[in-house]
């Protein structure tokens, strides 16, 4: 299966972005999401897990859902800070145990 | 604290195998529940899971890559590595290793090392 994202999305500082995650085949609520933040030079960390819990750390301004109906999830920041900056990959895995990225969006705060 | 580091070549001749090790401190390679991975991302390009291993050694690989690839473990020296043969360009990527509870969560990440490949 493959996990489709958006290449890119932008928004103003203080507002309210969602990035989306489909999953082609196999449905989206049988396998968790995960959702990982990554800066330049950097390795990826953890903002989202299981669909929708917070890594202690993670402000509540980083939000996260599922949708069955579109087989897909969604990654929601709000009050959005420059620092939010960077390239969001959703991962999620099937039956056999494999492992998916998506291909990754890259969010501008401008 | 949990702590992954990469080691392994700086550059790779195309056709050559490429042989990574990541040294994990300050936890148990062989906690039950979590897995250890390697990913890695192309310069200017994605994350790619490439395969991940219990500590029993049970292995799960990327299909794309499963013919090319041997992970294994070493749980006497808190290591496990990555052999990937006949490296072309297309493998020229930051690999990083990794830890993963049960299938899902990557929860810990090494700095990553770059590998090039080139004749």
């Not at chain 2, 392994?8 to 040294?23: D, I, K, Q, V, Y």
């Not at chain 2, 310069?43 to 292995?59: F, R």
Request: hydrophobic content about 30%.
């Amino acid at each position: 299966f493959i996990l489709t994202q958006p290449h890119s999305v932008s928004e103003s500082p203080g507002k309210t972005v969602s990035i989306s995650c489909t999953r082609s085949s196999g449905s989206i609520a049988s396998y968790s999401v995960q959702w990982y933040q990554q800066r330049p030079g950097s390795a990826p960390t953890t903002v989202i897990y299981e669909d929708y819990r917070r890594p202690s750390g993670v402000p509540d301004r980083f939000s996260a859902s599922i949708d069955s109906s579109s087989n897909s999830g969604s990654l929601t920041i709000s009050g959005l800070k420059t620092e939010d900056e960077g390239d969001y990959y959703c991962q999620s895995y099937d039956s056999r145990n494999h492992v998916v990225f998506g291909g990754g969006t890259k969010l501008t705060v401008l | 604290q949990l702590q992954l580091q990469e080691s392994g070549p700086g550059l790779m001749r195309p056709s050559e195998t490429l042989s990574l090790t990541c040294t994990v401190s300050g936890d148990s390679i062989s906690r039950s529940g979590y897995y250890w991975g390697w990913v890695r991302q192309p310069p200017g390009k994605g994350l790619e899971w490439i395969g991940s291993i219990y500590y029993s050694g049970t292995t799960y690989y990327n299909p794309s890559l499963e013919s090319r690839l041997t992970i294994s473990v070493d749980t006497s020296r808190s290591q496990f590595s990555l052999e990937l043969s006949s490296v072309t360009a297309a493998d020229t990527a930051v690999y990083y290793c990794a830890r993963h509870l049960r299938v899902e969560l990557f929860d810990s990440w090494g700095r990553g090392i770059l590998v090039p490949v080139s004749s």
